[in-house]
């Protein structure tokens, strides 16, 4: 599987949809002869809103699917990466999206057909995304033209840890870890995950500024936990980060975030080696002229 695959490559084109002239009884009969939850409206071939089964519930059979319908729908575009239709899902509590371009409807995708792919780029320890997400995340803020840090967290000593404790101890160090560093982080604005080993990083839309303040938030919150047998666990983390200017081609701008994740995680290393918790990259190029 190709981990920059968009909602487009995996999408159901044939979708069952309704006009707003249709009567909730003939919409309901739909959705349970098709086992639906909801059905698309459309008119002139543009999405106006969705009726749903509670739609449907709630509303008298006689009346027309315009007056029952819900118009405030969460859609997606087709180019959005994977991780981006799992998030609108899971933010949103839904089990499916209609995927739209400028306002047609040109598919769906569904929670259990997108976990299928996404499972591949999880960490099956702890649940996190792995490093090729985090990456996708990194070049489509990018892309955007949004301004973006990462954070390169490196759990100190954890070799010790693991020949001490032994490796079950050790894996759920890591699990607690993930944990915590959920707790510590906005979903909104940070994305987290296992880039490997007990390695961890952070996509984030934060300034510089306030990533080095996140990352101290994060070296103090996870030196007062509770660790498994009162194991004492400290993290060396490395920020860089910066603006995207210009317009860059897609091949540029997973160059540019290659080399920031080398620059970061260098960072962790020098922060690790000179016992200073947080290490930032005061300067990182993200744009060529």
Known sequence: MNCEMRVRDIMTTEVVTVEPGTSVRRAAAIMEEGGFGCLPVLENGRLLGVVTSRDVRSAHFNRLVADAMTRQTVVVGPDAFLWEAGELLVRHGIERLLVV???????IVTKARLWQYLAQYRDPLTGLYRGEILKEKAMALLESGAEIAVLFLDIDNFG???????HVIGDAVLQKMAVTMQQLLDRDQDLLGRYGGDEFAVVTRRRLSEA???ATLLCEGTSLVDWPHGISVTVSIGVAGGRRVSPRLLEDVAAVVSELFNLVSLASTRAKRARKGVMVVEHCELVTG
């Open 160 to 166: 010790r840890i693991n020949k001490k404790y032994g």
């Open 212 to 214: 080095r303040t996140l």
């Open 101 to 107: 371009q400028d306002g047609r409807l040109l598919g």
